[in-house]
Nanobody, 116 residues
Framework: QVQLVESGGRLVQAGGSLRLSCAAS????????AGWFRQTPGKERDFVAA????????WYADSVKDRFTISRDNAKNTLYLQMNNLKPEDTAVYYC?????????WGQGTQVTVSS
């Protein structure tokens, strides 16, 4: 079993930056591919970014490419999402995700609100 706790979400002005963190406890964090997703009311949860177990490979949604950076520190069991040049359309609840085989875990989410 893995528990995930996100933090770092808050209200920020457009053009600003935030760094989200996702602390993992339980089984070996480094065994899991990891990612960030986001969701707004009434809409599906959308993919934002993903990272391989070692951190060598990353993938991004087109909407955040060149603005967001996903990273991980396997020694600290923590996943990060650095978000720069934030836009009002980035407003959402952000969730971290770990996946290994058929095992998948989600955090409780952290609210990011970008004001124009």
């Amino acid at each position: 079993q893995v528990q995930l706790v996100e933090s770092g979400g808050r209200l920020v002005q457009a053009g600003g930056s935030l760094r989200l963190s996702c602390a993992a406890s339980g089984r070996a964090f480094s065994n899991y591919a990891a990612g960030w997703f986001r969701q707004t009311p009434g809409k599906e949860r959308d993919f934002v970014a993903a990272i391989s177990t070692s951190g060598e490979s990353t993938w991004y949604a087109d909407s955040v490419k060149d603005r967001f950076t996903i990273s991980r520190d396997n020694a600290k069991n923590t996943l990060y999402l650095q978000m720069n040049n934030l836009k009002p359309e980035d407003t959402a609840v952000y969730y971290c995700n770990l996946k290994f085989g058929i095992s998948e875990y989600w955090g409780q989410g952290t609210q990011v609100t970008v004001s124009s």
